[in-house]
């Protein structure tokens, strides 16, 4: 995957910035070619596979728009890969969902076929494929442990600060389209980072866990216990009126608006009623705005909801480069500095983050 992939990452993202503030379509549109792919299989239950052998199953590269166009009529499920909180990886089957980028897809044989000789065809019927089952035991990309919430947040901002050193070329992209340099910049995605979990000081998130008002709010699920209450889109509406205020253009702070939402399962954008009963954000995000120089409080942040809601889009139209291509480059930094944070031991965070 691109995403995955640094030096190629890095090259079309340098390229693609360069590209649309020199105007040249021809540039765009190449770039465009390459980001828009998608990873299809084929298989008539992939809801009886098991994780392994879904991550096993040979994932064909296909240009996202060639799959809009064939699968219309076809029987096909998106498949999401996921942790739960306690770090038990886990997968789900959605029957005929949008297709996007960077997804994974798996046709039914009635609608595709693969083979050696002749590659994928679709729209012509095939035989499931079989996935490639190697015997070495795959290791838990986390381990997760008991920490409250303001631990990890802390730790997230230690995680970014290696992150971002690795990920220059994606700051400075970032920093073009933002039309901000890179100090304001790099304040932002610390704002996204220490605060994407907000969502998780909602009362109820908290409760659903065993923990009580007065207690120390805890960051993740205890092993005994699992909440189905989403947090995600709580976080990001209550985020949205603080990055709304610290950016100019609102399609911008809608981006990072989705690309919190998104963190853990893309495409969320139900907010359930909410109430943020902890303030142990406050500090931290007092601490971020000194230090990167953002006209912010924690009075611009929205500590309650009384009706359920909406985000005002699932996701960024793809035809909004700029804006797509902001969206994917927060996502990224959420996402590695939280798995990154669970290596920060707290000699780490006693020196990183005060």
Same mark, same amino acid.
């Given at each position: ?9 890095? /090259? ?10 020199? $105007? %040249? ?7 465009? =070619? ?13 809801? /009886? ?22 699968? +219309? ?8 890969? %996921?942790?739960?909180?306690?770090? #038990?990886?886990?997968?789900?089957? +959605? ?14 044989? %009635?609608?595709?076929?693969?083979? #050696? ?15 490639? +089952? ?15 919430? #303001?631990?990890?947040? =802390? ?8 992150? /971002? ?10 920093? =073009? ?21 907000? $969502? /998780? ?19 993740? @699920?205890?092993?005994?216990?699992? @909440? ?5 889109? *709580? ?7 603080? &990055?709304?205020?610290?950016?100019? !253009? ?24 909410? @109430? ?10 007092? !601490? ?21 809601? =909406?985000?005002?889009?699932?996701? *960024?139209?793809?035809?909004? @480069? ?10 990224? &930094? ?5 798995? #990154? ?9 006693? %020196?990183?983050?005060?």
């Amino acid at each position: 995957l691109i995403l995955n992939d640094k030096k190629r990452r890095d /090259k079309i993202l340098l390229n693609l910035g360069n590209a649309a503030f020199k $105007g %040249d379509r021809y540039g765009v549109e190449s770039n465009i =070619r390459e980001l828009l792919s998608a990873n299809l299989t084929i298989h008539d239950r992939p809801d /009886k596979l098991g994780y392994h052998e879904i991550l096993g199953m040979p994932w064909i590269d296909v240009d996202v728009r060639v799959l809009q166009r064939q699968l +219309i009529n076809a029987k096909f499920w998106q498949i999401r890969f %996921d942790h739960d909180e306690n770090g #038990e990886p886990k997968f789900c089957s +959605i029957p005929n969902a949008p297709v996007y980028p960077y997804n994974y897809y798996v046709v039914h044989p %009635d609608y595709a076929a693969y083979d #050696e000789n002749f590659g994928l065809r679709l729209g012509e019927r095939g035989t499931n494929l079989s996935p490639i +089952i190697t015997h070495v035991k795959i290791k838990h990309e986390f381990e997760y442990q008991r920490e409250s919430w #303001e631990e990890h947040a =802390r730790r997230c901002l230690v995680a970014f600060s290696n992150v /971002k050193s690795r990920e220059r070329h994606c700051l400075e992209t970032l920093s =073009r389209l933002l039309e901000l340099n890179i100090i304001q910049t790099e304040g932002l995605l610390a704002l996204s980072i220490a605060l994407h979990d907000l $969502g /998780k000081l909602n009362k109820s998130w908290q409760e659903s866990i065993g923990v009580a008002m007065g207690d120390t709010p805890l960051a993740h @699920t205890p092993y005994c216990k699992r @909440t189905k209450i989403a947090h995600a889109a *709580i976080s990001a509406d209550a985020l949205y009126p603080l &990055f709304r205020k610290l950016l100019s !253009k609102r399609q911008h702070s809608i981006a990072f608006k989705l690309a919190i939402a998104h963190h853990h399962h893309a495409r969320a954008e139900t907010v359930e009623p909410y @109430t943020l009963s902890w303030t142990n954000y406050e500090k931290i995000m007092e !601490k971020i705005c000194s230090e990167y120089s953002l006209d912010a409080s924690p009075k611009d942040i929205r500590k309650t909801e009384e009706h359920q809601k =909406r985000l005002e889009t699932p996701m *960024i139209n793809l035809e909004s @480069t700029f804006l797509y291509t902001i969206y994917c480059i927060v996502s990224r &930094f959420i996402r590695l500095s939280d798995q #990154e944070s669970f290596s920060i031991n707290g000699e780490k965070l006693k %020196d990183g983050a005060g």
